[in-house]
């Protein structure tokens, strides 16, 4: 058994995350089910999970991205430590 990682919000990322559940208040459940998702598999070895490993983004820019509905969380690895980056909502029409 893997031991679990240790989440970090950035300071960026919180500032996010504050816009964001203002006005959309379903975004607190989508958050508290992320945290545990990346707490216990952050590289999806389970592939359970809508994670990706985006292309093209160094270190530091986040690497990963998780979907929880129509919200984008984006974070980076290192070591045992998860550092959430980035909070975003997807737009209704951006596939249409």
């Known amino acids: ?46 592939r359970s999970h809508a994670i990706k490993r985006l292309e093209a983004v160094s270190a530091g820019e986040g690497q990963y991205r998780i979907r929880a509905g129509r919200f984008r969380f984006r974070y980076d690895i290192e070591g045992q430590v998860v550092y959430l980056k980035a909070c975003g909502l997807r737009r209704e029409d951006t596939y249409r």
């Open 1 to 46: 058994m893997t031991p679990e990682s240790l989440v970090v919000a950035t300071s960026h990322f919180e500032r996010d995350l504050k816009k964001l559940v203002g006005r959309h208040p379903e975004l607190a459940e989508h958050y508290a089910n992320i945290i545990g998702i990346l707490k216990a598999d952050p590289y999806n070895r389970t």
